[in-house]
């Protein structure tokens, strides 16, 4: 056993360091099961198989008044199915050092499964029994509850956590973006395991199924391993939410808490991954918040000393897009912060990227990219994320090229767009100083 674990870390490491992998690589498309996309690439540098497969059963489709259900069943996917309580499950993996992890998000449940290419039968095999068979069982439900109450609990404590959660509610207001992913004390409580069995069978299928395998075996036999494992999964694909009505709550909300170090998220409407100006509102994004250099790095961090870190990223989800910012600071910083945020975003629309900053952010975009696929791993992940977007299969040797060809009016007219100060909403955690002409909301503590 532990040499079969030594091997895996062995694999790992391996695969991240090939220098020629990025290059070499292959991507196909499988026409195996209907209602799900396959694609493949094979690769023969390492005995390890990755797979990397998001259904359509994010928090989005969270019943009415049960948030957190598809967390919480996304949380209970390898403990037991089929005839294996989940004990038995857990040392199945661990016979065959099968590493399966499952991750929930807002349109998503992401699964990666990483296996030895001799244990792949076994490793797919164990993934179909857990999802097309998943038992639920009353132990392993208490045990789970109980593990995210704690976490909820431990969240309520923490500012940068309260901030998050408190910005969706504002931002999306009733629509299903809104809830927190994994629910609360009330709705969690009233997630039965029948609850959970019927959310399974509704959303753990084959409809709107999105596949990346990367790894030491051909395609024919990919082919039978996602056949086997996703085929038996029922076939509709759930009624996609629909998208959000009136988004954002411009101005300032105040979440009261004792912190020495309040936490603060900071939004703005962002694009859809299929709209004509994403790429250039990405690299206008890098150039803003998304490097170690940007313009709000320098402006809140260097000039000013008001911050360890501050950060932004366009965030797209099915229905909608946002541009998100993070920051914490000191209490009597907060406010300053605040107001470098909305003038860094003022002088950016007013005098734009210079030719010397855009040519600095495709040099960066493009020669950082390879490392997020440079192993099997990372290379479904990759895929995986670019299918659940809508994007083709020759993206992956497209992307520099698009990202080169950007203008400099491009990225000045995606900057007009998405970074009016006079739209951002920001959610601060935490105790602030008043001031008397302060216009804030400070909403009820959490």
């Known amino acids: 056993m532990k040499l079969r674990r030594l091997l895996v870390i062995f694999c790992f490491f391996a695969a991240a360091f090939a220098p020629d992998y990025a290059a070499a690589t292959s991507v196909k498309a499988l026409n195996v099961v209907s209602g799900a996309q396959v694609w493949f690439a094979e690769d023969h540098t390492v005995p390890m198989i990755a797979l990397v497969a998001s259904l359509p059963s994010g928090s989005a489709y969270d019943p009415s008044a049960k948030a957190g259900t598809a967390a919480f069943a996304a949380a209970l996917l390898d403990e037991g199915a089929g005839n294996l309580d989940s004990a038995a499950f857990q040392d199945a993996l661990a016979k065959h050092a099968i590493q399966l992890s499952v991750e929930p998000g807002r349109d998503t449940m992401t699964v990666t499964l990483v296996t030895l290419s001799s244990s792949a039968k076994e490793a797919f095999r164990l993934l179909g029994l857990a999802l097309a068979h998943p038992r639920f069982d009353a132990e392993a439900v208490a045990r789970v509850r109980a593990q995210i109450l704690t976490e909820l ?5 923490n500012p940068a956590s309260v901030a998050e959660k408190s910005f969706y509610s504002l931002y999306f207001g009733p629509h299903a973006y809104g809830h927190s992913l994994i629910g609360d004390q009330r709705s969690l409580g009233a997630v ?20 990346a395998l990367a790894g030491d075996t051909n395609a024919s036999a990919a082919a039978n391993l996602i056949r086997s494992t996703f085929g038996p999964l029922a076939a509709d694909a759930p009624a996609l939410p629909p998208a959000p009505g009136r988004v954002g709550a411009p101005g300032l909300h105040i979440l009261p808490m004792p912190v020495p170090q309040p936490a603060a998220i900071f939004a703005l409407p962002g694009l859809l991954r299929s709209d004509p100006d994403f790429l250039a509102g990405y690299v206008a994004n890098y150039i803003l918040g998304g490097g170690s250099s940007s313009r709000l790095t320098q402006d809140v961090r260097e000039k000013r000393g008001l911050t360890y870190d501050i950060s932004t990223d ?9 541009l998100l910012g993070a920051v914490a600071t000191r209490s009597d910083a907060m406010r300053q912060t605040i107001a470098v945020v909305r003038e860094t975003l003022r002088k950016f629309i007013s005098d734009g990227p210079t030719d010397q900053e855009l040519a600095d952010a495709k040099t960066y975009l493009n020669g950082s990219f390879p490392i997020a696929y440079a192993s099997d791993v ?27 060809a950007i203008t400099l009016a491009d990225v000045r007219r995606a900057t007009r767009r998405l970074f009016d100060p006079s739209r951002l909403t920001v959610v601060v955690a935490g105790t602030l100083p008043m001031q008397k002409a302060e216009n804030s909301d400070v909403l009820p503590s959490p």
């Open 153 to 157: 609990e431990e969240e309520s404590e």
């Open 192 to 211: 039965t395991p029948e609850d959970l069995r019927g959310f399974a069978r509704t959303h753990w299928v084959r409809g709107g199924l999105k596949i």
């Open 314 to 322: 366009l965030v797209v989800y099915r229905r909608s897009g946002i």
């Open 378 to 404: 990372g290379l479904a992940a990759q895929l995986n994320a670019f299918q659940q977007v809508g994007l083709g299969i020759d993206y992956l040797d497209k992307r520099a090229g698009l990202i080169n």
